[in-house]
C-alpha cells in the first residue's frame, strides 16, 4: 500500500460518507470559537465495513512500517478507541484507552486497561486539530512509565501549531490521510469549486483569524 494512494483512497472515502463536510460559504463554528470551513467526524467510518477494514489495514501496515517496537495500544478516548482496538487485534497486542480526565468516581482511573512500566507504546488517535488534547494522552502514557513509539491518527488538518507541539513532545505523528490531499479530491470530485481553494487553503494556514 503506497502512502500516496491510501491518503487519497481515505480522502475519497471520507467525502462519499460524508465524515467530512467542507462548507466554505457557511462556516462551522468549533467549540474553540474558531470558525471553519470543514467538519470532520470520523467515527462515521466505523458503520461502513469495507471502509473500517481499509484504514484498519492502512493504520497496520504504518505501524509496521514507522514503529520499532510495540508492547501495548493506546486509543485517545473515545473515538481512538475502536480504531485502537482494531488495531490491536490485528497485531494481537494489548490495548488500553486513555481518557480526557480521570475518571469521576470508583478507582479514578484515567488509563483503562493494563499497561507495565518499560513498555513501548503507540497512540492510535482519529484526527489531530491542534494537538494539544492528544498528547495529553502521550503525557499520560510517560507518566505510567511507558515510552511512547509514536502517535497514529487517520487525519490531520496539518496546522503550524500542532506540528510544533509534536516536535516539542519528541512524538512523532504519522497520518493516513491530510487536508491537503483532502481538498485536492474535493475539487476533482466536485465537492467544492476552484474559487473556494483560496479561502480554503487561507483556513489551514491561520484557523483563528480566518472568518473574523
Not at 8 to 16: H, K, N, Q, V
Not at 137 to 142: E, G, L, S, T
Not at 153 to 177: H, N
Amino acid at each position: 500500500m503506497k502512502s500516496s494512494n491510501i491518503a487519497e483512497t481515505i480522502a475519497s472515502y471520507l467525502l462519499e460518507i460524508k465524515a467530512v463536510k467542507l462548507s466554505p460559504n457557511a462556516p462551522f463554528t468549533w467549540t474553540s470559537g474558531w470558525k471553519s470551513p470543514i467538519y470532520c467526524d470520523n467515527r462515521k467510518t466505523m458503520s461502513y465495513p469495507k471502509i473500517r477494514d481499509y484504514i484498519r489495514d492502512a493504520f497496520v501496515a504504518s505501524i509496521k512500517e514507522n514503529a520499532k517496537q510495540v508492547d501495548v495500544v493506546a486509543g485517545v478516548a473515545t473515538a481512538g478507541i475502536p480504531q485502537g482496538m482494531l488495531i490491536a487485534q490485528e497485531l494481537n497486542l494489548p490495548f488500553v484507552y486513555v481518557r480526557s480526565s480521570n475518571k469521576a468516581h470508583g478507582l479514578e482511573n484515567k488509563i483503562e486497561g493494563v499497561v507495565e512500566k518499560g513498555q513501548t507504546a503507540i497512540v492510535i488517535e482519529d484526527l489531530i486539530s491542534t494537538g494539544g488534547s492528544s498528547l495529553a494522552v502521550v503525557d499520560a502514557m510517560r507518566d505510567a512509565g511507558c515510552k511512547v513509539e509514536a502517535m497514529f491518527a487517520i487525519f490531520t488538518y496539518g496546522f503550524p501549531v500542532a506540528d510544533t507541539r509534536f516536535q516539542e513532545k519528541q512524538c512523532p505523528l504519522f497520518t493516513l490521510s491530510n487536508y491537503n490531499v483532502l481538498i485536492e479530491k474535493a475539487l476533482k470530485e466536485g465537492y467544492v469549486k476552484e474559487e473556494d481553494l483560496k479561502s480554503l487553503q487561507q483556513w489551514r494556514e491561520a484557523p483563528e483569524k480566518w472568518g473574523i
